[in-house]
Nanobody, 124 residues
Framework: QVQLVESGGGLVQTGGSLRLSCTAS????????MAWFRQAPGKEREFVAR??????????LYGDSVKGRFTVSRDNAKNTQYLQMNSLQPEDTAVYYC???????????????WGQGTQVTVSS
């Protein structure tokens, strides 16, 4: 089976940091896009970040609301992607989902593989 598992969520104060991880099993995504989305209660799913596979440091994309604060990276040897979140704000509170095998045109189109999500809560 193909499975994506997120970890690293939790409760943090405003201005704090968290690092999320997403590990894939059942298939290798080392030649596929990896991405993060999030969804807050009552809001639409939002694109957060993407990292490509050919040159990860040169193929990152970020949603406008997280630019300058979040950093996405990947470790293909571990079949894992990460999301380093700094300067967290209450507006970042959401369930964060790992996604694999998407693509970018004008907006980022998610692939069909999703993780179960990990909760991030930022307190005032």
């Amino acid at each position: 089976q193909v499975q994506l598992v997120e970890s690293g969520g939790g409760l943090v104060q405003t201005g704090g940091s968290l690092r999320l991880s997403c590990t894939a099993s059942g298939v290798s995504f080392d030649r596929s896009d990896m991405a993060w989305f999030r969804q807050a209660p009552g809001k639409e799913r939002e694109f957060v970040a993407r990292v490509g596979w050919t040159a990860p440091s040169l193929s990152t994309l970020y949603g406008d609301s997280v630019k300058g604060r979040f950093t996405v990276s990947r470790d293909n040897a571990k079949n894992t992607q990460y999301l380093q979140m700094n300067s967290l704000q209450p507006e970042d509170t959401a369930v964060y989902y790992c996604n694999a095998d998407g693509y970018y045109t004008t907006t980022y189109h998610p692939g069909k593989y999703w993780g179960q999500g990990t909760q991030v809560t930022v307190s005032s």
